[in-house]
């Protein structure tokens, strides 16, 4: 599920909700419409997760680098 992988991701980054919604999304207020209960659309969802996967895999990229 779409919310919960959004919910883990904030957890690891420590990225507040507001943020995750302003540049995956380009709406601040994504994350609370998931949590209640919004469904977003197949290409918005695919969207979101390739947010995510470039952002871990970004910072992964740093931590080497840093290592």
């Known amino acids: 599920m ?3 992988q959004i919910e883990h991701f904030l957890r690891e ?3 507040p909700w507001t943020k995750f919604g302003r540049l995956a ?3 601040p ?3 609370a419409d998931l949590r ?3 469904e977003p659309r197949r290409e918005t969802a ?3 997760v390739q947010f995510m996967a ?3 895999a970004q910072a992964h990229r740093l931590e080497s680098r840093h290592a």
């Open 2 to 4: 779409l919310l919960r």
């Open 13 to 15: 980054t420590g990225m």
């Open 25 to 27: 999304a380009h709406d």
């Open 29 to 31: 207020r994504f994350v």
């Open 36 to 38: 209640n209960g919004r």
């Open 46 to 48: 695919e969207r979101i």
């Open 54 to 56: 470039a952002h871990r």
